[in-house]
């Protein structure tokens, strides 16, 4: 994996498949049903395991905008915090909005459980069709907001040309 550093080393991207990082957490761009999809939350519960998905049956899905907190299971990583993104109908229906709340409530969680690396996929930005570079800025100022609560912050891109649109700069 390419990794590249923000000043404050903080704020960091890479690229390639965020199941195999070895951080506290990583986060799951899931849909309403936590009960699994495509993406990368297909790839997650594929790799955590089965019993990800018999927790999820249980815990009544998650608003958009909202975050969930489960074991890692079989993965490296120790925690997943699902998030549910919002579907992009144009920009006009409060999706960044919702894209902000979805970054903070996995920051929020983070902070709660005294956890110190946290990894992000792009949220909403594949199925749910959000403009990258658009989100990616969302993200980046979300994060900012936390970076003395975290030791480290990762933007995971899983394609390698979407790490080009992510500037670490504090905006
Ligand atoms: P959403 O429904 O929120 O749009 P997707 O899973 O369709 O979620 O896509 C979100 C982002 O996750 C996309 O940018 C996609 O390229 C990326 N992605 C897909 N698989 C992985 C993976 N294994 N690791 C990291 N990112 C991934």
Not at 5 to 13: A, H, R
Not at 72 to 91: C, E, K, N, S
Not at 135 to 159: H, K, N, Q, Y
Request: glycine share 10%; hydrophobic share 45%.
């Amino acid at each position: 994996m390419k990794r590249s550093v923000s000043k404050k080393d903080v704020l960091q991207v890479c690229t390639g498949d965020i199941t195999r990082l070895a951080v506290d957490a990583i986060v799951n761009a899931a849909n309403n049903s936590l009960l699994g999809g495509s993406g990368v939350d297909g790839a997650i519960h594929r790799a955590a395991g089965p019993r990800l998905l018999a927790l999820t049956r249980t815990m009544g899905g998650c608003p958009t905008g909202q975050a969930r907190i489960t074991p890692g299971f079989d993965l490296p990583a120790r925690w997943i915090i699902h998030t549910v993104g919002p579907v992009w109908h144009g920009g006009g229906q409060g999706e960044a909005a919702l894209l902000r709340s979805a970054y903070e409530s996995c920051l929020t969680l983070a902070v709660e459980y005294r956890l110190r690396s946290i990894a992000f996929p792009a949220i909403s930005t594949g199925v749910y069709g959000y403009p990258f570079a658009e989100a990616a800025e969302i993200a980046v100022r979300t994060a900012w907001g936390f970076t003395s609560d975290l030791d480290t912050i990762i933007f995971c891109c899983f394609r390698e040309q979407d790490a080009a649109f992510i500037n670490l700069a504090p905006i």
